[in-house]
């Protein structure tokens, strides 16, 4: 089994493929007992977001790791994937902004993705 960062590494390279914008990543291993991770990121349209989270669940799953939940497919503006000590956040443009995670959890230690 993968620890929770080589998963989040793998989640963040399958949103990359399929073209997320604005990846974020919060360790929030600190901060709570939810997660390891939270990684967050944007897509234009309904079918981009389906595709980023059928990538991940995919990219994931060939590593050992099933997804447990998802929440939002089918209505495509806030998609919710939770793999236990990663949680995958997939926002169109205007949902992202109206939940604003990334101030929801400043608390947590944002990750450079770059340095990935």
């Given at each position: 089994?993968?620890?929770?960062?080589?998963?989040?590494?793998?989640?963040v390279a399958a949103?990359?493929?399929k073209?997320?914008?604005?990846?974020r990543?919060?360790d929030i291993?600190?901060?709570?007992?939810?997660?390891?991770?939270?990684?967050?990121?944007?897509?234009?349209?309904?079918?981009?977001?389906?595709?980023?989270v059928?990538?991940?669940?995919?990219?994931?799953?060939?590593?050992?790791c099933?997804?447990?939940?998802?929440?939002?497919?089918?209505?495509?503006n806030?998609?919710?994937?939770?793999?236990?000590?990663?949680?995958?956040?997939?926002?169109?443009?205007?949902?992202?902004?109206?939940?604003?995670?990334?101030?929801?959890?400043?608390?947590?230690?944002?990750?450079?993705?770059?340095?990935?």
């Amino acid at each position: 089994m993968k620890t929770s960062m080589e998963l989040m590494k793998l989640a963040v390279a399958a949103l990359e493929d399929k073209k997320a914008e604005d990846i974020r990543v919060i360790d929030i291993s600190q901060v709570t007992v939810v997660a390891d991770y939270f990684i967050i990121a944007s897509g234009s349209n309904g079918n981009q977001l389906q595709a980023m989270v059928d990538n991940v669940e995919e990219s994931l799953g060939k590593a050992g790791c099933s997804v447990r939940q998802i929440e939002g497919y089918t209505t495509a503006n806030w998609i919710l994937m939770d793999f236990g000590d990663v949680i995958v956040h997939v926002f169109d443009k205007e949902n992202r902004l109206l939940y604003d995670l990334e101030r929801i959890w400043r608390d947590g230690k944002i990750i450079d993705v770059k340095s990935l």
